[in-house]
């Protein structure tokens, strides 16, 4: 029938499966990987070993370390600084700066509960202005008494009047005139009352002595304050300011080095705080007196340029040099020790290390820094080089590091 020869075209998968040659087919197949991988795989470990190397970070240096004559260290101090307080024992009403705040020459910066205060300069003002009405009406009195006179002594002349009547007009008119010394006298006394009674309500303001700013904070709004502190719970310093114009590092140093130094001696400073910043500075002056606990002696140096970002009691080291800065010596240079750099056809280069492997790099030199070699391009500050062993390396040579 027609139906049983269609089925037998039916394609027998399992016959298909067991095709003698489809095993060998995928053996020829997966064999020249394996071979590769293994190839790999050797290469890595046997025919590439690891080469111990040592190797240092490319720095950056300041050309004035080459003319560097002595190092100190020190700290920031204001030269100008004080701890306001009143004069007067009160309780502190109103503060009106915190620390950080700036401050002007005379600025009242907190006040004292003053109201006795107050009411002694309303009575000493009210007891001036009676006294000056009082030298008014005494010196009309005085004026009175003196035409008064003037006409006794015409009447006198002329027979009208006695001489007693005249002596009374002489008399009082003394009077007057004395009433008027008293009177004026009097104004005076009430105006030094005065002077007093506003320089008691001054007593009770803390100015700033000078420009300046805020370092800390010693009291609060509701503290008693007193001049002297004594009182139990009562504070003598409201609040402490510095004149951060008047900034100097106070340096010491040895007094075998002192040869070493002088006024006017240019330096640079190195803040711990601001590590990407040297600032100029110049010797202002060598206190003239040693330590003999350490064997210092303390120098002040100045800062050549001003920075709001200097504080004081900041830590900061000092290199007292031979000679001003000049305007290229001011900027950092990216240096690599000599031993890092190999020559081939009269081309420097280094090996640059990234991960286990070193990468030969060439560089551009650039000049001596000292006893390191500038170098202007081909690696950055940061970066690894090797030292140590260079001619066992090569451009993709596995290596282990250690820092130098």
Known sequence: MATDDISRLKIDKQALGRRPGGRRRRILLVGPVVVVLLAVILWKTVLSPV?????VTVTQAYPSQAFTLLNASGYVVAQRKAAL???????????????GSRVKTGEVIARLEGRDADASLLQADASLKAARAQSEQAAVEYADATRNLKRQKELLAQGVVSQSDYDSAEARNDRAKAAVA?????VKVAEGALTGADVALDYTRIRAPFDGVVLTK???VGDIVTPLGAAANAKASVVTIADLASLKVEADVSESNLVNVRVGQPCEVLLDALPGSRFRGVVHTIVPTADRSKATVLVKVSFVDRDPRILPEMSAKVAFLEHPLSAGEQIPKTVVPPAALVTRNGSPYVYLVKGERVVETGVALGEKVGDMQEITSGVKAGDKVAVKPLEKLKNGSRVKSGEK
């Open 51 to 55: 080469i111990q190397i040592e190797t």
């Open 85 to 99: 307080a009143a004069k007067a024992t009160g309780r502190l009403d109103w503060l009106g700066v915190e620390e």
């Open 182 to 186: 008293a009177a004026r006298a009097n």
């Open 218 to 220: 010693n009291a609060d």
